[in-house]
């Protein structure tokens, strides 16, 4: 098997020439789908490109969600591959179209449409988020080649190669790796307790078959990163990691389909990092939450990543349960928010918000270069509730809170919004945020809700 993929790579590796860029492709097993929609050529290559779709049974879904206008017919089109250096993508559509949207639009990437074909340029890898018309979206996963091969795998690997594998749940250890192939399709998700020095990588996918729950969850742990890989549709959260330390998810694509699929929920964890990743899940699309009292959570960086929030959802949120004594030092930085809609308990979803619903004291938050595409219910919302609204909780407190070039696309509220004298929100500034065209120098009453427990906005 080793001396058939490194051929296999080689061929590719030939067949391009250096000033082009190197373009490694895999094929799909046979028990999945393939596009009769789509086709796409990079640098001449052919791409094999997925159909995923929902199994869930919608009757058996909530009656929320069942009513939502988005979520039926979730049908995705996926090409995973791997490349470098200058691409050339052409894109052939088997059905008429007319309109064609390419994101995140701060790419830029002005696409040549003749006939059936759609041609672009990509400068290297990159995640796109394609829709043309009404069609079946189309998400265009371009990862970095690997810098290493199956002969450097350390002992200590589990190795997925290409091919369907049946295997439930994994069982972490500490001090291992586990290596999923480009092509791989491991059928269950992950648990880990206590585990340390753990990594999960490749360009494979864990597919959750709408039936394992919580795919990937990790408690009580540290040292563990998760790169490079697809983990899509879960029940429930898709990555649930409960009081660890020193976390790092690195260009994963997260994808969920049904009730509460939120794409990775860190809890009450702290040194938590994650980047250059895409997401598109029916829940928030990250969700910073302290279920546990006696938890701080603290240092959390989210950098680089798309997020589509489709149904139910924030791009990222704070929230709801807050019950710990401090969530603090986190920073949101260089993300695009494409999508955000949906009902919630607090009037609707935000592209990002903090719902302080529970006793911690919320502190010293980071939104810099942040990019909103699509309208928005709201676009930003700070708010103390009472506690209750997913427990019986005492109510806490936000401060210091800064947001830095905020792009928004949308006239839509922002919500500033405190529980009484005790528990209120202090010290929130805005530095250069535009909505539309139009920089926010002031507490306009067009566009800011603000209620009298809000002390200290200011306008840079």
């Given at each position: ?33 393939e596009s009769s929609l789509y086709s796409l050529r990079v ?126 749940y994994l069982e972490l250890k500490s001090n291992e790796d ?283």
């Open positions: 098997m080793k001396c058939i993929l490194m051929v296999f790579i080689t061929l590719h590796l030939l067949s391009c020439s250096k000033k082009e860029g190197l373009v490694m492709t895999h094929s799909l097993p046979d028990e999945i789908s640098n001449g290559i052919k791409v094999p490109i997925e159909v995923l779709k929902p199994n869930m049974d919608m009757e058996k879904q909530p009656e929320w969600f069942r009513s939502a206008p988005y979520v039926h017919d979730q049908e995705i089109h996926i090409a995973d591959f791997s490349a470098e250096g200058e691409l050339s993508m052409e894109l052939k559509i088997s059905e008429s179209f007319s309109e064609v949207n390419i994101s995140p639009k701060s790419r830029q990437i002005s696409p040549v449409i003749k006939e059936d074909r759609i041609s672009f340029q990509l400068k290297g890898p990159d995640k796109l988020y394609i829709r043309i018309d009404s069609l079946p979206e189309f998400c265009l996963f371009v990862n970095p080649i690997e810098d290493k091969t199956t002969d450097t795998l350390l002992s200590n690997t589990r190795y997925f190669g290409p091919g369907i594998h049946r295997t439930g586990i290596y999923l192939a480009a092509g791989a399709y491991v059928l269950g998700g992950v648990r880990g307790n206590g585990v340390k020095d753990v990594r999960i990588y490749g360009r494979g996918v864990i597919e959750g078959e709408f039936k394992h729950r919580r795919m990937v969850l990790i408690e009580n742990s540290s040292n563990i990163t998760i790169e490079g890989i697809s983990i899509r549709n879960g029940r429930g959260w898709t990555n649930t990691l409960t009081n660890c330390d020193d976390v790092k998810f690195d260009g994963v694509k997260v994808i969920g389909f049904g009730p509460s699929s939120d794409g990775i929920n860190p809890l009450g964890s702290r040194n938590f990092e994650i980047k250059n990743s895409f997401f598109r899940c029916t829940d928030d699309c990250i969700a910073i939450k302290s279920p546990d009292s006696t938890l701080i959570t603290e240092n959390i960086t989210v950098t680089k990543n798309t997020m589509i929030g489709y149904a139910f959802s924030d791009g990222i949120t704070i929230g709801f349960e807050t019950n710990g004594p401090e969530i603090r030092n986190i920073q949101v930085k260089d993300c695009d928010i494409l999508i955000a809609r949906g009902g919630s308990r607090v009037d609707g979803h935000s592209a990002f918000s903090i719902i302080c619903d529970g006793p911690a004291w919320i502190h010293d938050i980071v939104y810099e270069n942040i990019r909103v595409e699509e309208p928005v219910r709201k676009l930003f919302e700070l708010h103390v509730t009472d506690g209750t609204d997913y427990g019986i909780n005492p109510p806490g407190r936000i401060s210091d809170v800064y947001l830095k070039d905020v792009q928004w696309n949308s006239k839509r509220p922002i919500i500033l919004s405190g529980y009484n004298s005790s528990h209120d929100i202090d010290n929130v500034t805005f530095e250069n945020c535009f909505i539309l065209d139009t920089l926010l120098t002031s507490v306009d009453s067009t566009i800011f809700n603000i209620n009298e427990f809000v002390s200290g906005v200011s306008f840079k």
